[in-house]
């Protein structure tokens, strides 16, 4: 199981840290993709972290405002978003695939099997 947490409301310029606790897997293993989905727009890949790697990749639009990062004894994932902007207003997803994704794959929903319950993230003056 994962479940995302750590989303609320901010102002723009704040940062959070999203978590993605896992359970009933050997996180070690599994690379995992954080998503987003805004009302009325498509789900999209916003960044992932390889298994052992530890290969990190970002979409264009959170390059250089989000880290990613993965504590395997605690089991958890993270995500720095720092700089946060209205258009990161969102339901985050955190999701894992047993294994590494090239990065063709590591932003597209397809290769992951197992996916959390979304954090709600809104970012508003």
């Known amino acids: 199981q994962l479940q995302a947490s750590g989303g609320g409301l901010v102002q723009p310029g704040d940062s959070l840290r999203l978590s993605c606790a896992t359970s009933?897997?050997?996180?070690?293993?599994?690379?995992i993709g954080w998503f987003r989905q805004a009302p009325g727009k498509e789900r999209e890949g916003v960044s992932y972290?390889?298994?052992?790697?530890?290969?990190?990749y970002y979409a264009d639009s959170v390059k250089g405002r989000f880290t990613v990062s993965r504590d395997d004894a605690k089991n958890t994932v993270y995500l720095q978003m720092n700089s946060l902007k209205p258009e990161d207003t969102a339901v985050y997803y955190c999701?894992?695939?047993?294994?590494?994704?090239?990065?063709?794959?590591?932003?597209?929903?397809?290769?992951?099997?197992?996916w959390g319950q979304g954090t709600q993230v809104t970012v508003s003056s």
């Open positions: 999701a894992a695939d047993l294994g590494p994704l090239d990065s063709d794959d590591a932003l597209q929903q397809h290769p992951y099997d197992y």
């Open positions: 009933g897997f050997t996180l070690e293993y599994y690379s």
């Open positions: 972290i390889s298994d052992t790697s530890g290969t990190t």
